[in-house]
């Protein structure tokens, strides 16, 4: 069988057989990975502190996970919507019974759950008859997906440069300006989007103050309230849901990430009422929910769920959190300051934080990079104890060979 179309152009090498919208090492290529190390083809091992963008929250292969993937599998790939899911049914009590929520939409990534979430809003204020309620105001330094909805949320001009005409029906604020934000909400507005720990803005968790004051305003004005928990969520921060850290609850949340282990998945949670108004024919995927995601998706929440799994991610947060501001102080002329919740940590660097981090990579610790000019640090939730000081080891060692 031939492997190129009559007129067609063989790609010089597979890699140019993608998009080039992403820029991976060309030198580095990983073939498989145990708990939190990645091994590459040629044989190196990388202490692995970025976990996919917080996507592999138990590490790699786990044995427990990987279980519950081959036995769905070996019964059920898929069958669609159109008949009931077993294993989607539970993922969906469990999530329910362990938050705000009174129903679940799944999908099959962050962003298709922001606009799972985006849609019910819309659609709320619709059929409760106010139709002109179809603006939602999001916040600076925000992001919430690459798609064009998501884009529009986030307000990027960057991101939406040639692909969003007009602002999508979305108003954007200054992230912690409360007067901004009250002036903004109208008779048009439908809801608020934001994220209780901003990610690729800079790891920035919202202030109780601004949260509170949020909540209070949408109850005022009959405004929703939307979480964007896709990376601060999942027992990332310590606490099942990032919002929970407040003590006050969202009217809808995304969800997705770290509750596949990998595996894609995609989650959007609301209340009774919110989601009562998306009734049959107003949403759907045909991938969502499916027998081997919802099938993983349980077997993360029984991870989650274990006696001191989520005391355990405090006290590794809190560990990696002192044991970097202690670096900070001794390279305070490259370290500014450091930042998170849990184990979704960020330090901002005095440094181009993209140098910092190759040099990291270099000496076999992946990371990530977030707005601010801050490294990110995504550690699974399960890392070892001796595994947090090879990191901080490594990240000592990188920095006073920066110094020389």
Known sequence: MKD??????????????????????????????????????DGESYL??????????????????????????????????????????SLAERLVKHSFADSVFFANSGAEAVEAGLKA????????????????????????GRTMATVAAAGNKSHMQNFVPGDQGFDQVEWGNYKALETAVNDCTAGIILEPVQGEGGIRPITYEFLSSIRKLCDERGVLLLFDEVQCGIGRTGHLFAHQHYGLNPDVMALAKGLGGGFPIGACLTTKEVGGSMVVGTHGSTFGGNPLATAVGNAVMDLLLEDGTLTKVIEKGSYLNTELKR????????????????????????IPCADLALSLRNNNLLVGQSGANMVRLLPPLNVAQPELEKAISIFDNTLDEITR
């Open 4 to 41: 190129k179309i009559a007129g067609g152009r063989t790609p010089l090498n597979a890699r140019q057989s993608l998009w080039p919208n992403y820029s991976p090492p060309e030198d580095l290529v990983f073939t498989h990975g145990i708990g939190s190390e990645l091994f590459s083809k």
């Open 48 to 89: 692995d502190f970025l976990s996919g963008i917080a996507v592999t929250s138990f590490g790699h292969s786990h044995p427990y996970l990987n279980n519950a993937l081959k036995s769905q599998a070996d019964k059920l790939w898929h069958v669609s919507n159109l008949f009931r899911i077993p294993a989607a049914e």
């Open 121 to 144: 809003i819309r659609g709320y204020h619709a059929a409760s008859g106010n139709p002109k309620r179809t603006r939602v105001i999001g916040f600076s330094d925000s992001f919430h």
């Open 327 to 350: 670096l900070q102080v001794k390279y305070h002329d490259f370290l500014d300051s450091v930042h998170g919740l849990g184990l979704m940590i960020g330090v901002k660097c005095k």
